[in-house]
């Protein structure tokens, strides 16, 4: 037994040693995937010496009062001890483990882990005094029992900052706080601050903050938002198809990708749907709700997910609920404008499916509708009669309808009437002054209308009780740049050819392209007329034109053949979990990947080399091979170090062909990708061989220089 207690000490004190090598080393360290499984045990091993201090603390303080013998008491208060140092030391290091995977810091994280490494020196260091001193008295002296109280304290303090980067910073009192929630105001509310903040907030925040940073992510500051994390970007304003944020969020619940993690609180539907709509609107920080259209997504999901603004005490019943449900259909919904409320919304989806009766039969609960939308829907006059018949209606979505100054003779008689939007209608100024008598009218919407600015100007004046939103009127004298143009196909790789397409959204402007590289102008380079087809390594460059406008900026994209396809691949070692694409194949699919590596069309490798074979029922001959990479130095992504290349008749007889170093360019000058080409020629090949190694460490000068590096591929052509 002494021999094993010696080796335990000897052990220890190895541990020790470690864990101070790796604080003096840290930026240096770098941990492989073998060892990381150790550090994610962190979570479970700190459990033991919580337990084990706990109950050393019980006995060294209160022990003598148990009539067990003062001989058994220090005996295991000396095994707790022992116990509880080991338990520390193998924590703190699979802690340190941890952190290397990222997405840890801050002053919470530091006082984690000095805290915990505290306790693991401060237990060994009163193990000592134990067998030095202490065991040598009758009784514990006063000195022993404050180390063991110092130490429980540094247990607590370490505990609940691991608590914080877990669960958040107010996890512990949370649930005694008072929680006030905000009343919405459309008047005064932020669409970022007010409603979307808050959801991130409450759902994404605990992984995401600037102590615990997942990903490289944080979502409490813009400026760190715009930046997004170490999967790039984090939206694409106006396309949520192409936005990682809301990729993660609609990934299926058990995808290891899938945000919240699972186990975490999730988004409600409606919550996702606002985020959604945010993004699709151009995921603007600054625009303020009362700017957004009535009729806009994100005006019913605010009410939906926070609440009427400014509850109001309504003076009539709610509508019988079978009779709310038997309306809604596919093409109008009928609900409920905030819980437990009796005021119902209405909202009418679909032209082709309005017909004479889908207004009129909701007189039913004529009595109960505040709000309804029908924009778009090809109105009558009929439902103009019907509609006067809705007298509790305080917001009315008339948008490209039929509506004229008729309409709005009726609609002055609904004395509720507080937000009106005529947007595209017939509505002249006569229609509109009728309007405005309306005494507790507050926003009208009247974009491309009849009615001229000088007038909506003065009636403005005239009504200031009114806000009169008009939209964005062209003068004649503003001149604008346009948008870029679109090329197709979107992959930029083809087998044997492929056909590209040049579009632009504004009709009649004129797009002009080369195909030599050289800058697409408005009188040297080809006008675009239809399709046109290459079959050789090209770089489309077009630029669109229109008189009245600015140009557009340049689009640009490159196009490259891959002649030779295997008639097998195989990946000779795993890519990254996170990012292994769909296999080997993601290597000649003809599909490229997108800004964001995450989107299963890159193969991710992380300080491993790449190891690929390809193999061919038939010899061919081979002249240059072409590796698609990835490069964003800030998320540690870099073009390879050095790539070699193996052929032959078979695995056996492969010779090397070739030992290339691509250039690595400063972060200056580096672009978001590149295609490393590769002079390999061999003949009769039916065995080939690609070894991709990444930077380890990155060199200095470059960002995470000590680090390894990630290197991504999306594909590789032959020809």
Known sequence: MKSIHTALLNLLIAFQVF????????????????????????PLLLHFPIVLLVLAWLLGCFGEKLDMGQALVKQLV??????TAWSAALTVVAGLFLSKEGGYEGPAFQWHKWTGVALCFLSAGLLWYHERTAVKRTKYPNLFRIGLSVLLVVLMMAGHFGAGLTHGADYLFEPVREKKQKALDIETAVVFQDLVYPILEAKCLNCHSPNKAKGGLILSDTTLMRQGGDSGPLWVSGSTEES?????????????????????????????????????????????LSSVPPDDPIHRLAVTV????????????????????GLNSPYRVVKPIALGMPALTVGFYGKTAFTEQSLSELTAVGLQVVSMSLSGMPLSEKDRQTLGNFTNLQELILNDTPVDDRWCETLAALPKLRTISLSGTKVTETGLATLLALPKLKQVYVWNTQVGTDVLERLQQEHKNVTIEQG?????????????????????????????????PVAGVELRYTLDGSEPDSTHARLYKEPFTIDAATVVRVKGYKSGWFSSAETLKAFHPSANRPDRLFLLGPPNPGYKGRGAVTLVDLVSGGDNHADGKWLGFYGEPMNVSFHFDEAIHIDTIGISVKQQYGSHIYPPKVIQVWGGADSIGAR????????????????????????AVGDAIRYLRLVVEPFVPIPPGYPAEGNPAWIFVDEITIN
């Not at 969020?249 to 993690?261: A, F």
């Open 19 to 42: 864990i101070v090598f790796f604080l003096f080393f840290e930026s240096r360290i770098y941990v492989p995937a073998s060892l990381q499984v150790l550090g994610r045990a962190h």
């Open 78 to 83: 000396y095994t707790l001890l022992l116990l």
């Open 244 to 288: 990682l944020l809301v990729q993660r969020l609609l990934l299926d619940i058990g995808h290891e990708h899938h945000m919240p993690p699972k186990g975490k609180p999730q988004l409600t539907d409606d919550e996702l749907a606002l985020v959604q709509a945010w993004v699709a609107s151009g995921a603007d920080f600054e625009v303020p």
């Open 306 to 325: 926070y609440g009427a603004p400014n509850t109001e005490a309504y003076d009539f019943p709610a509508a019988d609920a079978g009779t709310v449900a």
């Open 472 to 504: 964005y009127r062209d003068d004649g004298q503003t001149i604008l740049p346009l948008n870029a143009p679109l090329i197709k196909p979107a992959s930029s790789f083809f087998e044997e050819r492929a056909t590209v397409t040049l579009s632009h």
């Open 656 to 679: 090397l062909l070739t030992r290339v170093q691509p250039i690595l360019e400063k972060p200056e000058k580096a672009p978001a990708s590149q295609l490393v080409s590769i002079p």
